[in-house]
């Protein structure tokens, strides 16, 4: 191959890896987007979005589009505040949750007055919303289902049978000497076990050869899990059965610890 025919093959070679990175993020991320409008519906541009994680006070700024449109994305799970800023309208503040592999929409009426006034948006109508974005049919479990939720022996896998369409196989199970962590071979949809995807923290997770969990993490670690059984996006690959995507949760300045006894 000669030089001038070797330079665009490696530049479309790069344009697909770096396609391949910004898709394997959307799975480790989640992302905020809506719509800003004024009190007649009509679009408001320019408006400044500020997405600011409560726990980390870590801010993302972006402006609304010509159609009144935002998109923040690649945003860690947890809480986090939106507030928009406006001249001419007060200013609307709301929290929101942000789950991994899932757009949270947040539209915001803005009403006229002083920008330094503040309104306060409850969350609770935007955190039952529709998913309008994709057509994944999933079970999510957030920290606090999965540290309470009651497990026999501690096994992340387990919360998969808690999905709908998912059935532990029947009988033979890997030994133990193949599969120490005691992770569960789960059928999803009558599939067999292998075409499960396992993913920590956007890493494929899956061991090629038993077809189970690699990592099997304490629950302690996990801050949000998904099972996607039906309509997952292409870009989890391996995967014929359902996906399962798991997010640890990252440290703090405080010690801290858990006990438990079998």
């Given amino acids: 191959m000669s030089r001038s025919k070797a330079v665009p093959v490696l530049f479309c070679f790069l344009i697909i890896i770096a396609q391949a990175v910004d898709l394997r993020a959307q799975a480790v991320y989640g992302s ?18 500020t997405v600011t994680n409560i726990v980390q006070n870590v801010s993302n700024q972006v402006k609304t589009n010509e159609a009144g449109f935002y998109n923040v994305t690649h945003l860690i799970p947890g809480r986090y505040q939106v507030k928009i800023e406006q001249d001419g309208y007060k200013a609307a503040t709301t929290e929101v949750v942000v789950k991994v592999d899932v757009a949270t929409t947040t539209d915001v009426a803005l009403e006229i007055g002083a920008v330094t006034e503040t309104v306060t948006i409850s969350s609770e109508a935007i955190e039952l919303s529709l998913k309008t974005d994709r057509s994944d049919v999933a079970t999510s ?17 387990k919360f998969l049978l808690l999905s709908p369409g998912t059935q532990q ?28 995807s396992y993913q920590l923290d956007g890493t494929d997770n899956r061991d090629p050869i038993l077809g189970i969990i690699v990592i099997n993490p304490t629950l302690e670690s996990v801050t949000q899990a998904k099972v996607t059984t039906q309509n997952y996006d292409a870009e989890f690959g391996q995967a014929n059965a359902g996906v399962v995507t798991a997010q640890t949760r990252s440290g703090s300045n405080d010690p801290h610890g858990s006990v438990f006894l079998f």
């Fill in 32 to 49: 905020v987007t809506g719509t800003v409008t004024d009190p007649q519906g009509a679009a408001v541009v320019g408006a400044t979005v």
């Fill in 141 to 157: 479990f957030d920290q606090r289902q999965i540290q309470e939720l009651p497990t026999f022996d501690r096994n992340f896998t």
């Fill in 169 to 196: 196989l029947p009988g033979w199970q890997h030994a133990a000497s193949e599969n120490p962590q005691g992770s569960t071979q789960t059928m999803v949809n009558g599939q067999h076990f292998s075409g499960t």
